[in-house]
């Protein structure tokens, strides 16, 4: 029911931020992904220096998967103040649309600032994996188990890697693992 009285002041001012906050909450409480796009990317006509809508709006690109337009947001935001959470979505949206050079070399970056983060190093390992870099990918899951981050997932994705080197009796050392 607010939503057309929030539309209206939406409409009506382009200095005060809150009826666009407003609007933006209540289209996101509804499931309404799309109009929650669409505001932001006027926000953004209105304030295009404004880093918490433009965060929010490469966020929501990458939701609906719409990756080539979250990659755009995500640089534009790490040329204005980059930060290792933005550099982390950048390297994402870069490895789903198989940029997996680009994507790696800024998990990397990341990856030295937070060495022990299970979900960073997972990522990069499966990217180098998915680039054909096994060995990297190897090196990376082992370091994985070390800090017994779900072990079972990863003994298997390292076995499946150690295969594609030919290290076919670690691989099945590994299964066995796996198994038990």
Excluded: C
């Excluded at 289209?27 to 309404?32: A, L, V």
């Excluded at 947001?73 to 103040?81: C, N, S």
Aim: charged share 25%; net charge negative.
């Amino acid at each position: 029911m607010a939503l057309p009285y929030l539309l209206s002041a939406f409409n009506q001012t382009t200095t005060d931020p809150r009826p666009g906050r407003y609007l933006l909450a209540t289209y996101e409480h509804i499931g309404d992904i799309k109009n929650v796009k669409q505001v932001l990317e006027m926000l953004l006509q209105r304030n295009p220096a404004d880093l918490n809508s433009r965060t929010y709006l490469a966020d929501v690109y990458y939701r609906l998967m719409d990756y080539p337009q979250a990659e755009a947001q995500y640089r534009l935001i790490m040329e204005a103040k980059p930060d290792p959470l933005t550099r982390g979505k950048l390297a994402e949206v870069l490895i789903w649309q198989e940029k997996y050079k680009e994507g790696i070399a800024e998990l990397e970056v990341v990856a030295k600032e937070f060495p022990r983060n299970p979900k960073i190093l997972e990522l990069l390992a499966d990217a180098y994996s998915w680039a054909g870099a096994y060995q990297q990918s190897a090196d990376v899951y082992k370091q994985l188990l070390q800090l017994n981050v779900r072990h079972k997932e990863i003994v298997l994705k390292l076995a499946d890697v150690l295969r594609y080197l030919g290290k076919d009796e670690e691989a099945l050392e590994l299964y066995d693992k796996y198994i038990q």
